[in-house]
């Protein structure tokens, strides 16, 4: 994936779906970012001019134009390019099947699953949904091989909330897939390329 960074750029992530909706300067973004809470994306401005600025090295997102209003500072409008919408369409794949202790990654791919078209959310979502199951089940086998090893209750409390945790994201993503094979959910925006 192009210009990926160690962890997941949210913050890259979340500026290639909302210029899915068309050009926009980078003021345009902040203010959109901050207007729908996308609260997952932290260090604000800098982080969102840092993005862009990697986007545009990874030729993801191309400057369409630059303007000046009066004595206002300049403003350069991007978009999004046909690399940027399928490394997007990646991104959120992945975010969306990959299970981690750290859900912020999962939130913001939720946030912006309306960047993938709907069958292949949905195919992501019972990727999830599979290794969510998995785990639980995994989970259960452990407590009962430590119960009946005669540990106390006491120290297995850790396992067993990560198991009634992943256990309601499991119900929660299969009825969110659900949902999208149903087509219970409005889906406005266009699908991308694969």
């Known amino acids: 994936m192009a210009g990926r960074r160690a962890g997941p750029d949210l913050v890259g992530l979340t500026a290639l779906a909302i210029l899915t909706q068309g050009p926009r300067h980078a003021y345009d973004l902040h203010r959109f970012i901050i207007d729908t809470h996308k609260d997952y994306v932290t260090g604000l401005p800098r982080s969102l001019y840092h993005a862009i600025d990697r986007l545009c090295a990874d030729e993801l997102v191309a400057p369409v ?15 999004i390019t046909e690399r940027g919408r399928a490394e997007l369409a990646e991104r959120l794949r992945h975010l969306l099947t990959a299970v981690g ?17 709907p069958e292949q959310a949905e195919g992501a979502l019972r990727a999830r949904s599979a290794a969510l199951r998995e785990r639980v089940e995994a989970a259960d086998r452990s407590l009962a091989d430590l119960a009946d090893a005669g540990l106390p209750r006491i120290v297995l409390l850790e ?36």
């Open 159 to 194: 396992l067993e909330y990560e198991r009634s945790r992943e256990a309601a994201e499991l119900e929660w993503a299969e009825r969110l897939a659900d949902d999208l094979r149903e087509g219970r959910i409005v889906w406005e925006v266009p699908p991308l390329n694969e």
């Open 65 to 79: 134009e630059t303007t000046r209003e009066g004595r206002r500072p300049e403003r350069t409008v991007y978009a």
């Open 101 to 117: 202790r750290d859900t912020t990654p999962f939130v913001a791919a939720v946030s912006l699953m309306g960047g993938l078209p």
